[in-house]
């Protein structure tokens, strides 16, 4: 007799069977050339531009609409010159690299070689559901691992397309793709990985952690939080509030790393307010019918981010919505002022298009500001002065810091990507990616002449007795 249970069981079955299949191929294999790697990453590339057209659409119809543009920036480029930059640099980070032998360990040589992992697992989120998939996998391809991937049930058609593309060019037992709800996720964090890498919230990246515990799997946590931007004294606020805006309205703000909130010099608020609003509207002169504006993913969220703004309202937040919403969940950019630590949206992550103001009176007490809450995947700084942007650089911890600009650090493949604290643990990207995916195996080599001899027991000799006074001063 069939169950309801049936197919839930043999998904799992499947999940599985995938992992002991990538299991023992990485056992026949453990140690791929970097030609066999480099052939990975062409392969790859060649396939994403192949079927761009095809992601661009599913990724829209998916959203209800996602600016093509949008997915050509924001996920297209960066995964495609993170492949070029990582191809073009692998073979220098595989090989082994010379360390130091100290002079009582001679005759000897050491170096730390770079070993795959075995079987790593990656999570992917809704908001960029190409480049949060691809990235972590090129740093996994490039380290000579196996990879399963677990492709994010919001955006069924992008994950759909995403694994008919990687089965057509990766064996199962390579890259393997994993579909499924909640219980499949969880399912697949509790498998013995060798690694497994999670974006999205941090309350799920806690149930991440937890399952991951019971194989003692190390993680790479991406995270998110309430990353600030700064708008300092003297700043232009037109520069300011154009390159807030951007990094706000891309993906409608459904980015983890988008500006959560801005603190601004309480006499600058009404003048930031104008200069944010010229810039959203110039951006999007409508929203309605709008191939460039980008709806929220679907109802459930659409609905999270309406409840923030009734809160607020009842709660006395000055609401002013700089743009008419549009259909298709085109939720219109939406500033907040007269806020305060009640209101769930400077509680939570907003993760949408409203931006809320919070006034400040010295760079110091918006510093402090920040340092009294968790700490963000995220810190922005305006202003152009040298010792003040030291100064937040000294004075803050975040997992990453755009001076003068908005997420732009995310797409720089020589810079490590990570949070800190709630917003996240580990990093990756670059080389960053491959010593994540990668064990640093620490090798000391001695041949026949073997001088540690002359210390060996009995002790009390006069020769070691020299060695101690000689070396332990």
């Not at 995964?79 to 640099?89: F, L």
Request: charged share 20%; net charge positive.
């Amino acid at each position: 007799m069939v169950t309801l249970s049936d197919p839930h069981e043999q998904a799992i079955t499947a999940l599985q069977q995938c992992f002991h299949a990538q299991r023992e191929a990485f056992m026949a294999n453990p140690m791929p050339s970097a030609e066999q790697r480099i052939a990975w990453l062409v392969s790859l590339k060649a396939a994403l531009l192949r079927d761009q057209d095809a992601l661009i659409r599913c990724i829209s119809e998916d959203f209800g609409n996602r600016s093509a543009d949008e997915t050509l920036l924001a996920e297209m480029l960066p995964t495609v010159q993170g492949i070029r930059y990582t191809r073009k640099r692998l073979r220098r980070w595989m090989k082994p690299s010379r360390r130091h032998v100290g002079l009582p360990f001679m005759p000897a040589s050491a170096r730390v070689i770079y070993q795959p992992l075995g079987v790593v697992g990656i999570i992917v989120p809704w908001n960029y559901p190409l480049f949060l998939a691809i990235a972590p996998l090129v740093g996994a391809l490039a380290a000579g691992n196996r990879v399963m991937l677990k492709l994010s049930e919001a955006t069924p058609r992008t994950s759909q397309r995403l694994k008919e593309l990687l089965a057509s060019i990766f064996p199962k037992d390579l890259v393997g793709v994993v579909l499924g709800e909640a219980e499949i996720g969880m399912a697949f964090a509790k498998l013995p990985f060798d690694h497994l890498l999670f974006t999205g919230a941090t309350s799920i990246g806690r149930h991440v952690m937890r399952a991951a515990a019971e194989n003692l799997t190390p993680v790479t946590l991406e995270l998110g939080g309430k990353s600030p931007a700064i708008v300092s004294a003297d700043v232009p606020l037109t520069d300011a509030a154009e390159r807030i805006a951007f990094g706000k309205t891309l993906n409608a703000g459904q980015t983890c790393v988008a500006p959560d909130y801005v603190l601004v010099p309480h006499d600058r608020v009404d003048g930031f307010v104008d200069a944010y609003r010229q810039a959203v509207q110039r951006f999007y002169p409508q929203v309605d019918g709008s191939r460039d504006y980008t709806s929220i993913i679907n109802a459930r969220q659409h609905q999270r981010l309406s409840d923030y703004l009734s809160d607020a309202r009842d709660k006395g937040a000055t609401v002013i919505e700089l743009i008419a919403e549009g259909a298709q969940r085109r939720m219109p950019q939406t500033l907040l002022l007269n806020v305060d630590d009640s209101m769930r949206v400077m509680q939570d992550e907003i993760f949408g298009p409203l931006l809320p103001i919070v006034p400040y009176g010295q760079l110091s007490d918006a510093l402090t500001y920040i340092a009294a809450r968790p700490r963000p995947l995220a810190l922005y700084y305006f202003g152009y002065d040298r010792s003040e942007q030291q100064h937040v650089l000294h004075h803050s911890h975040s997992g990453g810091v755009c001076l003068n600009d908005t997420l732009m650090h995310v797409a720089q493949d020589d810079m490590p990507f990570g949070g800190i604290g709630t917003s996240g643990m580990g990093h990756y990207h670059g080389h960053e990616g491959f010593l994540t995916f990668s064990k640093a195996k620490g090798v000391l080599i001695k041949q026949r002449l073997n001088l540690a001899r002359l210390i060996y027991p009995p002790y009390g000799k006069a020769l070691q007795k020299l060695v101690y006074k000689l070396f332990i001063r």
